[in-house]
């Protein structure tokens, strides 16, 4: 059975600080992978998609970005992390087709 | 843009009762609807959908309707229960781009 592993599962960061979130998928190949954001009001802000190595989608422009070195492997960065990038993180994959998403269990970034 | 809406952000509803919660789309090409159920803390997770083919779709307790003509869906829970309470997300899936609404936030009250 195909499951997803995100890490860690809080975080607290200084201002200017960098960035390192780590997502990861078992028992599946070339899955869709997703980082999302949930904001207050905003619901799931959909931040990255990628449908391959090294093919990155950027939904919303910030101080975030994804790499994906691996097939399964997602990971979100920043350089420099901002009060405004706290918020919780959610990292999602699916088999494309139409099929609907599977969550990994989020991290609570706190950035201080 | 908002594609997917829902425009309550929260429902209190007392145990027993029938929980109504609602989700309109602006999106015509959006062809498969799902609801995620989410605890504070923790990743959402799927509950119920329904392909755009279809007006309804019933699972135990949870029941999604949709209106095609309207852009419009909701999730019927008979009867609430307390450990219902939690966020409910509608999505939307057009191809391969699944869109969320901001969530409702559903209290049962004992």
């Known amino acids: 059975s195909q499951t997803i592993h995100q890490w860690p599962a809080t975080l607290v960061q200084p201002v200017g600080s960098p960035l390192s979130l780590e997502c990861t998928v078992e028992?599946?190949?070339?899955?869709?992978l997703y980082w999302y954001r949930q904001a207050a009001g905003r619901g799931l802000q959909l931040l990255f998609y990628?449908?391959?190595?090294?093919?990155i989608s950027s939904e919303v422009p910030q101080n975030l970005s994804a790499s994906r070195p691996q097939d399964r492997q997602f990971i979100l960065s920043s350089k420099k992390l901002l009060l405004s990038d706290s918020g919780f993180y959610l990292c999602?994959?699916?088999?494309?087709?139409?099929?609907?998403?599977?969550f990994g269990s989020g991290t609570r970034l706190t950035v201080v | 843009d908002q594609q997917v809406k829902q425009n309550s952000p929260s429902l209190s509803v007392q145990e027993g009762r029938i929980s109504i919660l609602n989700c309109d789309y602006t999106?015509?090409?959006?062809?498969?609807f799902l609801w995620y159920k989410k605890y504070p803390a923790e990743g959402p997770t799927f509950l119920i959908s329904i392909s755009s083919i279809k007006d309804k779709n019933e699972d135990g307790r949870f029941t999604v309707f949709l209106n095609k003509s309207a852009k419009h869906l909701s999730l019927h829970i008979v009867p609430s229960q307390p450990g219902d309470s939690a966020v409910y997300f509608c999505?939307?899936?057009?191809?391969?781009?699944?869109?969320f609404g901001a969530g409702t936030r559903l209290t049962v009250k004992p």
């Open positions: 999602a994959w699916s088999g494309g087709m139409g099929d609907g998403y599977t």
């Open positions: 028992g599946t190949s070339n899955p869709n």
């Open positions: 999106n015509s090409m959006f062809d498969y």
């Open positions: 999505a939307a899936i057009d191809n391969n781009d699944m869109r």
């Open positions: 990628s449908i391959g190595i090294d093919q």
